[in-house]
């Protein structure tokens, strides 16, 4: 089953910027864009991003979105420890009439 | 606020069922989808399928259809999930999610082993 392309790891140093990449094809990302879930250890994911890249009220700024073409990024500023974590991104998928995930990237902070 | 309660772990036998159910409040349960996405021990996330409350139309994934049934319960706001002829490759946590355009609020998940 096809799915999203996301590296499976990036390490960046404490209060640096991280940029995480998705891509996908023009029956997914390309039409869709793609939300972006954070999920520590152990806790279920947690929406941060949505398809339009827009962040819900209780997400912090240091997290945006954005998109070109069929290759969405979320970019998160001034990492911090607890921003340690795994971060998915997904979207519906026209061709296959169903939601699909990237692999997932687990993000270290040094 | 929104939550989403799914019920206990459960532990079957290769060929069996298992069914799991997920308890919506804080939200008009109608007004939104029901996602079910499963994640295998260390591994990534899958999406199983959705219902819609309101009308309990379902889409599942390709390669679960036939094998699953998503139902609800609109009296008592809650959904569920069976998966039918488990193998232990079906073994992993079981997440209902609210589709409200996006797969927002997540439930706490469900672990599910499939052993002999």
């Known amino acids: 089953q096809a799915g999203l392309t996301q590296p499976p790891s990036v390490s960046k140093d404490l209060r640096q910027t991280a940029t995480l990449t998705c891509t996908g094809d023009s029956s997914n990302v390309g039409n869709e864009g793609a939300a972006w879930l954070q999920q520590r250890q152990g806790h279920p994911p947690k929406l941060l991003s949505c398809?339009?890249?827009s962040r819900p009220s209780e997400i912090s700024e240091r997290f945006s979105a954005s998109r070109s073409g069929n290759t969405a990024s979320l970019t998160i500023t001034g990492l911090q420890p607890e921003d340690e974590a795994d971060y998915y991104c997904?979207?519906?998928?026209?061709?296959?009439?169903?939601?699909?995930f990237g692999g997932g990237t687990k993000l270290t902070v040094l | 606020q929104v939550q989403v309660v799914q019920s206990g772990a459960e532990v079957t036998s290769p060929g069996a069922s298992v069914k799991v159910s997920c308890k919506a409040s804080?939200?008009?349960?109608?007004?939104?989808?029901m996602h079910w996405v499963r994640q295998a021990p260390g591994q990534g996330l899958e999406w199983v399928g959705r219902i819609n409350a309101d009308s309990g139309g379902t889409i599942y994934a390709q390669r679960f259809q036939g094998r699953v049934t998503m139902t609800r319960d609109t009296s008592i706001n809650t959904a569920y999930m069976e998966l039918h002829r488990l193998t232990s490759d079906d073994t992993a946590v079981y997440y209902c999610?609210?589709?409200?355009?996006?797969?927002?609020?997540w439930g706490q998940g469900t672990l599910v082993i499939v052993s002999s």
């Open positions: 398809r339009n890249n």
């Open positions: 804080g939200y008009t349960f109608t007004a939104s989808l």
């Open positions: 999610a609210r589709g409200s355009g996006e797969i927002d609020y």
């Open positions: 997904a979207t519906w998928d026209s061709s296959l009439s169903s939601w699909v």
